[in-house]
């Protein structure tokens, strides 16, 4: 917490960049370690549908407001990164250390398999639907961009393109919640086995505790955003590195932080769904807002081109996703494979 007002600090006497950069990411980890402690507390009054629809929400929130703010500086191909970097990091990281931590001490852990494949499959045809802009692109435009460019003047056909997909992804999202949440909660929000180990927040201090988190985690994000150019030039790192794999973990703390935290006891129904869940919002509500948003502030729209790295990087995550998910059984050692995927994924981010 120290962090919090120290960047502050920094950034008003106009310290190094790097150093900035440092201390308001450092300062993000632990307002998202209370947005992740406050919807838990909330998600034990309401089962893993439910509470893991709450954890992806606010876990999510610091990376929207972060993503936000470097819209309106800009920075396309950050924002574009941080989207990408965001879902490889749900599926690869979050549930690779969920399921490498929670397997340690067991042979194997399970969950509904019915619903992380749903998931799965929602999330496999949004990747497909936001990959469409790109093609077009590809095929009629003016090629995908590389991983250094940093603003790029599309056509006006490809931005309309993008803004129909997201209007298109975010409606298939609110029929995603309608069934999960109501026509099918039987399936995705079945009761739990075990009475909840909790701190016994009341909802109203949960609520108060997400406020006070999101305004701290706002405060943060426009410190980091205002430092990221810098910064990137005076540590060697592209801002396609930074983009894709440091804002998006920074942003991924509070949905890495209790997943990681139920799966160790033993709730991979919670733990799959934070982690399959959270992607799946990205791609059909975080990107969509982000485009929209777009249209409204900043120097202009952002149309939904990925460059090839970002497209190999989620397609792959995505197949792996399913597969891992298909048998509703999870040990340490998938957890490995997919913390391994995503290394190689960061250091081929890195040399991009």
Do not use: C
């Not at 995705?188 to 108060?208: H, L």
């Amino acid at each position: 917490m120290p962090a919090i007002p120290l960047a502050v600090v920094l950034e008003l006497t106009h310290a190094s960049a790097t150093v900035v950069f440092a201390v308001s990411a450092l300062g993000i980890v632990p307002t998202a370690a209370l947005m992740g402690r406050a919807t838990e507390e909330l998600a034990a009054k309401s089962g893993p549908g439910i509470g893991g629809l709450l954890n992806v929400t606010f876990g999510n929130a610091p990376e929207l407001i972060i993503a936000l703010f470097a819209l309106e500086a800009g920075l396309h191909e950050v924002v574009k990164a941080s989207i990408i970097g965001s879902i490889i990091g749900n599926v690869l990281l979050v549930m690779g250390a969920a399921m490498f931590a929670g397997g340690l001490r067991r042979d194997k852990q399970t969950f509904n398999a019915t619903a992380a494949s749903a998931q799965a499959t929602m999330l496999l045809l949004a990747a497909t639907a936001m990959v469409m802009p790109a093609i077009f692109e590809l095929i009629e435009g003016k090629g995908l961009p590389s991983p250094d460019a940093e603003i790029i003047n599309y056509d006006s056909t490809v931005e309309r393109l993008s803004l129909a997909t997201a209007i298109v992804l975010m409606g298939s999202y609110v029929a995603g919640l309608i069934f999960s949440l109501r026509t099918h909660k039987d399936i995705f929000n079945p009761p739990y086995e075990e009475e909840e180990d909790t701190w016994g927040w009341s909802v109203r201090r949960s609520v108060i505790a997400l406020f006070v988190a999101g305004v701290l985690v706002g405060v943060m994000s426009e410190v980091l955003v205002g430092s990221i150019t810098e910064a990137s030039e005076s540590i060697g790192l592209s801002e396609f590195f930074i983009g894709v794999i440091v804002v998006a973990v920074v942003g991924n703390a509070a949905e890495h932080w209790v997943a990681v935290l139920v799966a160790v006891k033993n709730k991979m129904d919670l733990a799959v769904n934070i982690a399959i869940g959270s992607s799946a919002q990205i791609a059909l509500f975080v990107a969509p807002v982000l485009v929209i948003a777009s249209f409204l502030i900043g120097p202009g729209p952002m149309p939904l081109v990925f460059n090839g790295f970002e497209l190999g990087g989620v397609l792959l995550a995505i197949l792996i996703a399913q597969y891992v998910t298909q048998d509703g059984e999870s040990n340490w050692f998938e957890g490995v494979q997919l913390l391994a995927l995503y290394l190689i994924l960061g250091i081929a981010f890195y040399y991009a």
